[in-house]
Nanobody, 124 residues
């Protein structure tokens, strides 16, 4: 079975940084897109970034471009989300997901496997 395990969330002050990790197992790492999503209370799940491991394809949503970046460690089946200059509006549960999706897709419906999520809180 596919398993995605996120880590690295926490509380940080505005302007701070966090790096989230997503370890994937039970799938062929280089044959699935891995995406990061977030969901704040009362809001819809929002796609943040996606990567095709080994394919040198990455995509970052306009809403976080310039502050967030996505990368991989192929040897460890791990995808990272580096988040810099965090803002209170970035507070949410962050999820990673995997699936055979359209190129650069950040549509949650296209991703078939999901992790449990990790909380990110940005406040003074």
């Amino acid at each position: 079975a596919v398993q995605l395990v996120e880590s690295g969330g926490g509380s940080v002050q505005p302007g701070g940084s966090l790096r989230l990790s997503c370890v994937a197992s039970g799938l062929i790492f280089n044959s699935n897109w891995i995406g990061w999503f977030r969901q704040a209370p009362g809001k819809e799940r929002e796609g943040v970034a996606a990567i095709y491991p080994g394919g040198f394809s990455t995509y970052v949503a306009d809403s976080v471009k310039g502050r967030f970046s996505i990368s991989e460690d192929n040897a460890k089946n791990t995808v990272f989300l580096q988040m810099n200059n965090l803002e209170p509006e970035d507070t949410a549960v962050y999820y990673c997901a995997a699936g055979k999706v359209r190129f650069n897709s950040l549509s949650p419906r296209e991703y078939s496997s999901w992790g449990q999520g990790t909380q990110v809180t940005v406040s003074a």
